[in-house]
C-alpha cells in the first residue's frame, strides 16, 4: 500500500480540491520511507473511501463522538481502539496485542510455533504430523518442521475435504458466530470476540469426535469443567467498582454487556458502550432477559 505526501502549503490553498491536486502531479510524491517529525503529512490509499492524519490540529472541526471503520486497499479494516498501527516502507502494519489472534497470515508460523512449545510442555508430547492446505503461510515453515522432525502433509489442491476435520470445525464456528451476532444484533466488528467466546464453549461442550461423547476440555486436562458459570451472551452485567477506585457517593457498580469469558483470569469479558472498552471483571450481577 503506497503513502503519498501533501504539502501543508497545497492543503491551505483553497481553491485546490483533491481530485486537481491529483491531475496537477505536482504537490503528491511517492513516500516510500518513513516520515518523522513532519506535522504536514497525510496517508492516503487509493483504495479507501476515508483518510487519516495523525495531527489534530489540522482540523477546524471535529466530531469525536464519530466512530468508524477504516478500510484499506488489501480490505483489512481499522475498527475501533486499541491497535498498533505503523505505516513504513510504503506498507501499513496493524497489531492487536489484547486478542491473541492472527490479523495476518504472515503471522501463522511464528504462531504455530508457540502453539507447538504449550502443547508439547502441557501434554508432554510431540507433534509429529501436521496437514495444510498447500497455504504459503505454511510452505514457509518448512525449514523448521524439518528441524523438528514435523511431517508436513499437504492435501491436493482444491480438496478441501483431505482436512475435513479441520474444514468442517471452522465451518461449524464461522456458522455460530455468524448466528450469535444476528441473533443479539451485534456489530460485525464483534466477530473477533464471538469467535473467542464460541471456541470457549466448543472445548467444554460434548463432541462425536471423541469417544463416548466426551468433552475437550476434559480429555485435555482430566478434569470435568463445570458450566455453572455460563450466561446468555450480550445480556445485561452489572459490574462491581472497587472502593479503592469510587467515591462514597459514587455508584457501586456500572453496566456492561456480556461479550464471553476470559481464558487467562478467572472472569468475564465486558463491554461499555460509552467508552468503548472491554474489561475483565469477576463479581458480576447478570441480567440475562435484558439486553
Not at 510442555?121 to 528441524?147: A, C, P
Amino acid at each position: 500500500m503506497g503513502s503519498l505526501q501533501v504539502h501543508e502549503q497545497r492543503l491551505n490553498e483553497k481553491t485546490k480540491t483533491v481530485e486537481e491536486a491529483f491531475q496537477s502531479q505536482l504537490v503528491l510524491q511517492d513516500e516510500k520511507k518513513a516520515v518523522e517529525n513532519q506535522k504536514n503529512v497525510w496517508y492516503l490509499d487509493t483504495g479507501c473511501s476515508n483518510h487519516m492524519c495523525g495531527v489534530k490540529e489540522l482540523f477546524s472541526k471535529l466530531d469525536g463522538s464519530f466512530r468508524s471503520e477504516v478500510k484499506f486497499g488489501n480490505n483489512s479494516k481499522l475498527v475501533e481502539h486499541g491497535y498498533h498501527m505503523e505505516i513504513k516502507d510504503g506498507y501499513c502494519t496493524i497489531w492487536d496485542s489484547k486478542l491473541g489472534l492472527i490479523t495476518k497470515k504472515s503471522d501463522t508460523l511464528e504462531a504455530f510455533k508457540e502453539f507447538k512449545a504449550y502443547v508439547e510442555k502441557e501434554s508432554g508430547h510431540q507433534i509429529w504430523t501436521l496437514r495444510t492446505d498447500r497455504g504459503m503461510e505454511y510452505l514457509v515453515g518448512d525449514n523448521f518442521f524439518k528441524k523438528n522432525g514435523i511431517k508436513h502433509q499437504l492435501t491436493a489442491r482444491n480438496t478441501p475435504q483431505q482436512n475435513g476435520v479441520a474444514e468442517r470445525k471452522n465451518h461449524t464456528i464461522v456458522d455460530m458466530v455468524r448466528t450469535i451476532l444476528r441473533a443479539k444484533h451485534l456489530p460485525k466488528h464483534f466477530w473477533v470476540k464471538a469467535i473467542i467466546c464460541v471456541v470457549y464453549l466448543l472445548n467444554r461442550c460434548p463432541t462425536k469426535g471423541l469417544e463416548q461423547l466426551k468433552i475437550p476440555v476434559e480429555v485435555w486436562s482430566g478434569q470435568t469443567p463445570s458450566v455453572n458459570h455460563f450466561r446468555v451472551l450480550r445480556c445485561i452485567a452489572s459490574a462491581h467498582v472497587p472502593d479503592e477506585l469510587c467515591k462514597k457517593l459514587d455508584d457501586k457498580s456500572e453496566k456492561y454487556i456480556f461479550l464471553g469469558y476470559s481464558d487467562v483470569t478467572k472472569g468475564y469479558r465486558l463491554f461499555n458502550p460509552m467508552t468503548k472498552k472491554v474489561i475483565i471483571n469477576r463479581d458480576v450481577t447478570f441480567d440475562e432477559d435484558a439486553e
